[in-house]
């Protein structure tokens, strides 16, 4: 269903539409947009493009490896659950 949800959307981007998307899963998010804000505590903390962010945020880190959850960790000072 998630896979089917994303081509829905790409349909969508695809035809010039503006989709406002809200998720918890930054995979997600750094597939599917253009553009995010990243919100903690109900206020957004950073702006932009998801590979902006990356190469913002991923200064001293193995680029490679870094993603959107890294961002967002890294900004939040959350851990993931172990």
Known sequence: ARQHVWQIINDIKSRGKSIVLTTHYM???????????????GKIIETGAPGDLILRHCDGLDRENCHLETVFLKLTGKRLRE
């Not at 995979?27 to 505590?41: N, P, V």
């Open 27 to 41: 995979e997600e998010a750094q597939t599917l947009c253009d553009g995010l804000a990243i919100m903690d505590k």
